[in-house]
């Protein structure tokens, strides 16, 4: 993600500060972060770091990087912070300078128990920090900063929105070579290399961790979740259930495609994976239509959860939907089950200009029928970035 | 790093939690860490995850994962863990339920505020897991697990130096190179291109941050310290330094080397250039001369540090080495000057089986001299792993 985007969102951030009456944010407090890096690093840093460096944005919209000297140039060259102050032996010396210059009453720190996204300090640099403020006026001041981190991560702005929509496009190319693709005898893990194949052809990355994005599922002895293609071949009488996300300019498409390759004598799927299918379209409809700025993201997940028990199906084992950006699991207001699992995100409320990707899956006796489609919370409810897959699509080797 | 090699470092681990007498040892306990990696994944856990995840390694040898369902296939396939839980809405109950079979005295947390490298859980994830275990027992059992881990990156298997070696042998490769790279003209990021594609080429991968691997300097103009190459256009009467690491089967090597670009009426470089190589040479070989098992690393920085100075030359504004593993700067001791920046790494002691890479650099009229070298700590003191520049190259354009 350029340094343009990265400032951009910095100057969204000021508003948030200003919202929660937060007087300075400590971004990012890390070092070694390339080796170590976390997902704030690309939102609000725009460059790694070798030794102890703060990142401090201030509700007055200053903004100071302090980092080593032998970072100076690099964090310089990023552009995203116009103070660098370099030091050779102690952080803690100009830290507590800005600190005393910004004078602050309540500082966010990037760390969260709730959400993942936004949890992005060490706990040994956490404790650094604490050592570092001990008996000034700041020590007490410490406050999570999952508030700011999450709207910031959440938020999209126009420019972010517009990559998430070209990772999708490029996601529903790939989709279109599906059919011919799909050959007798090809195995999950082939078409897993083909399809990552003409994904980075197209400037593409993986979303996700690539040993799992694309997941392939070929029948019903397929892994479940978040397993690797394996070696079954592809059959008539199989569903093909493709999970996969790209990442174009840094933010990502995540979408799930369900295909049935017929058997010779067979016109159309068996009763059962019709019938699962419509299951899942109705259940993605019922949690979709839900979906509107104010609502706590469980009450979308609930719809979505009771339509496929009505239908005669087993729970779901997971939230209905997550929220997408620069990551394929951005983090924050979380369409999910209010489960320990999920912590408070459920509880978070939508807003607009959000991005979500919502899914359902069943299984059935020829295989995973799974759905995602990515959408876009507007003022009035909520609107579909992708195309969704309103039937079950055939093919014959 | 393959499965074969993480479990063969949870053995060397369970001698290292008897000596210290630790019960348990949460090697990790994180989630969505393909986003946010930290350096105890390729050691110790072989895998990531996307829901909350702990992995136990007790002094019995027992190695529990306890993920959620959607990751236990692929924590399975990793195979690192015997023992995989998968829970569907709650990590807290199997923790809990593991933690009171093992019934631990003391449990180790990979968190450190000394050692970066032996850092890896975030603030948010420590809080959750204090969360869990209030009300039971094990509520004040939690100390960092800096020890366990610091000897864990530190101590080589044969394997791992193995590794090492193939990365610097790759590396030298790559400098056998230069004479006909360094052409009239070609800029610091096109060398930097240069030197990286052919890296690749051979199978071997940035051990940096490939923005600034390698660091390229032509003259006294060039940028210092983590900095991009740039636009300088190589000439006659420059120094030509280049930091170098590649990354082969998981293990890196850091090398620097410097070159002089004679002018057409050089027969050797100025005198100024020729005293600082030797003073260079004379700092890197005192510094080496001091290491072996037992010393803390910052005798080593001192004698470096102060055969420099009595040379004349400025401070060093770096540590004179560091560890070299899985990561370019592997953590644990370091030969640095004890200055808040580096914690108490320097006051660790060096043990048989640890890799330095060890380094000076000073400025010039021509541009810097730096030289890097990596060595393995043995029985009686230290032996190079790499063939030292004992003088400095010239080269004709």
Redesign the interface.
């Known amino acids: 993600v350029e340094s343009s985007v990265v400032s951009r969102k910095l100057d969204q951030a000021v508003g948030f500060l200003r919202e929660a009456g937060i007087d300075l944010w400590i971004a990012q407090f890390a070092?070694?972060s390339?080796?170590?890096?976390?997902?704030v690093d690309t939102l609000a840093v725009g460059c790694?770091v070798?030794?102890?460096a703060a990142f401090l944005v201030a509700a007055s919209g200053r903004r100071t990087a302090i980092v080593?000297?032998?970072?100076?140039?690099?964090v310089r060259?990023a552009g995203v912070y116009d103070e660098v102050v370099g030091?050779?032996?102690?952080?803690?010396v100009p830290l507590r300078e800005v600190m005393s210059d910004v004078n602050p009453t309540r500082v966010a720190?990037s760390?969260?128990?709730?959400?993942?996204?936004?949890?992005?300090?060490?706990?040994?640099?956490?404790?650094?920090l604490q050592?570092i403020l001990a008996g000034t006026p700041y020590f007490d001041c410490l406050v999570?900063a999952e508030g700011i981190l999450g709207k910031l991560r959440a938020y999209k702005l126009p420019v972010e929105v517009r990559r998430i929509q070209d990772a999708i496009e490029m996601t529903h190319q790939l989709f279109g070579l599906m059919p011919q693709l799909l050959r007798e005898g090809v195995t999950e893990s082939e078409l897993a290399d083909r399809l990552r194949g003409e994904g980075r052809a197209r400037g593409g990355a993986p979303a996700?961790?690539p040993?799992?994005d694309p997941i392939v599922n070929f029948g019903p002895g397929s892994?479940?979740?978040?397993?690797?293609p394996g070696t079954v071949a592809l059959a008539p009488g199989m569903l093909v259930h493709i999970d996969l996300g790209l990442k174009v300019e840094g933010y990502c498409s995540d979408l799930q495609r369900t295909w049935y390759v017929l058997r010779p004598s067979e016109s159309e799927a068996p009763l059962e994976v019709q019938e699962a299918f419509a299951a899942v379209r109705v259940s993605m409809d019922a949690g979709f239509e839900t979906l509107r700025p104010g609502i706590p993201g469980w009450t979308a997940d609930r719809q979505a959860r009771d339509a496929l028990l009505r239908a005669g199906y087993a729970e779901s084992?997971?939230a209905f939907g997550h929220q997408l950006g620069q990551?394929a699991?951005d983090g924050g207001a979380l369409l999910g089950p209010p489960?320990?699992?999920y912590g408070t995100r459920p509880e978070m409320p939508l807003g607009e200009g959000m991005v979500f990707a919502i899914e359902q899956a069943v299984p059935t006796e020829a295989g995973p029928i799974g759905l995602e489609d990515d959408v876009l919370i507007t003022a009035g409810g909520a609107e579909y970035l992708s195309q969704p897959q309103t039937a079950l699509e055939y093919v014959r080797l």
């Open positions: 070092r070694e390339y080796e170590q890096p976390t997902p790694s070798t030794w102890p080593g000297t032998g970072d100076v140039a690099n060259a030091y050779v032996q102690d952080v803690a720190v760390y969260s128990v709730a959400d993942d996204m936004a949890d992005n300090i060490t706990h040994g640099m956490f404790l650094m050592g999570p996700w961790d040993r799992y892994g479940f979740g978040h397993s690797e084992e997971f990551t699991h489960w320990p699992r």
